[in-house]
C-alpha cells in the first residue's frame, strides 16, 4: 500500500478494537455532492474510528476505507477534489471544508438559528433548516459539553416558538425536552388528522 494511504486515518483517536470492515458498512455514509457536508463528515469520522487501524497504519483496510469515502463523493464535489492533493482523509476533508463548509462563527449561527421561525414552509423544512443550523454550530464548538447541551435547547426554543399555530401551542402544551421528541409528537400528530381524514363523513 502506498505511503499516502497508509495515513488514511491521521488525526483519528485510538481504539482498542476495530470492527471488521463490511461494504454495507458505506451505506451509513451518505453521498456527497456539495450539500450537507457536516452530515457527511460525522457519518465518515464515525466509521474511520470503528473500522480503521491507527496502530498498524499498513493495514490494507485503512486504504480499502478511504477509498470508499472517496467513492461517495459525487458531482460537483467530485470534480473539485480532483484539484487538490486529497490522499488523506485530513487533507480531503480541509478541502470540502474549505469549498463547501459554512465560514460563520459561532456568535453568527447562534444568531441566525435564533432568528429562525416557519413562516410559509412546511414543518418539515422549518425542522430541518433548525438542524441544519444546529449542526453548523456543533461543528464550530467541537466537544465543549455544555455549549451542546445548550445549543440544543436554544434550537428546540425556537422550533417550539417558531412553529405555525395551531401547532406552535400544542407543541409547547406537550412540553418536549428535546427536538427529536417534538418532531415525533408532530409526525404522530399528523398521522392521526390524516387518518381522520380518510374517515366517511357521517350522514344523518
Known amino acids: 500500500m502506498t505511503e499516502h494511504n497508509q495515513s488514511v486515518v491521521q488525526g483519528q483517536t485510538s481504539q482498542s478494537s476495530l ?63 480532483t484539484i487538490y492533493e486529497t490522499d488523506t482523509w485530513p487533507k480531503l476533508k480541509s478541502v470540502l471544508q474549505k469549498n463547501f463548509g459554512d465560514n460563520r462563527n459561532e456568535i453568527t449561527l447562534s444568531l441566525d438559528l435564533q432568528r429562525l421561525s416557519q413562516g410559509r414552509s412546511s414543518i418539515k423544512v422549518f425542522y430541518e433548516s433548525i438542524l441544519k443550523h444546529l449542526n453548523l454550530l456543533m461543528t464550530v464548538i467541537e466537544n465543549d459539553k455544555t455549549k451542546q447541551s445548550y445549543y440544543q435547547d436554544v434550537a428546540l426554543q425556537v422550533f417550539l416558538t417558531g412553529l405555525n399555530e395551531p401547532y406552535g401551542s400544542m407543541l409547547r402544551a406537550k412540553d418536549p425536552s428535546t ?14 388528522r390524516y387518518r381522520q381524514r380518510q374517515l366517511p363523513s357521517s350522514t344523518l
Not at 458505506?26 to 473500522?51: H, K, R, V, W, Y
Not at 427536538?179 to 392521526?192: S, W
Open 19 to 81: 470492527l471488521k470492515f463490511e461494504p454495507h458498512f458505506m451505506q451509513l455514509i451518505p453521498s456527497f455532492d456539495g450539500n450537507n457536508l457536516n452530515s457527511f463528515i460525522q457519518a465518515t469520522e464515525e466509521i474511520i474510528s470503528l473500522c480503521c487501524d491507527i496502530v498498524n497504519v499498513k493495514n490494507p483496510i485503512n486504504s480499502l476505507v478511504f477509498l470508499a469515502i472517496k467513492a461517495k463523493i459525487v458531482g460537483k464535489a467530485s470534480e473539485i477534489i
Open 179 to 192: 427536538l427529536v421528541d417534538a418532531i415525533r409528537f408532530l409526525e404522530r400528530e399528523e398521522l392521526v
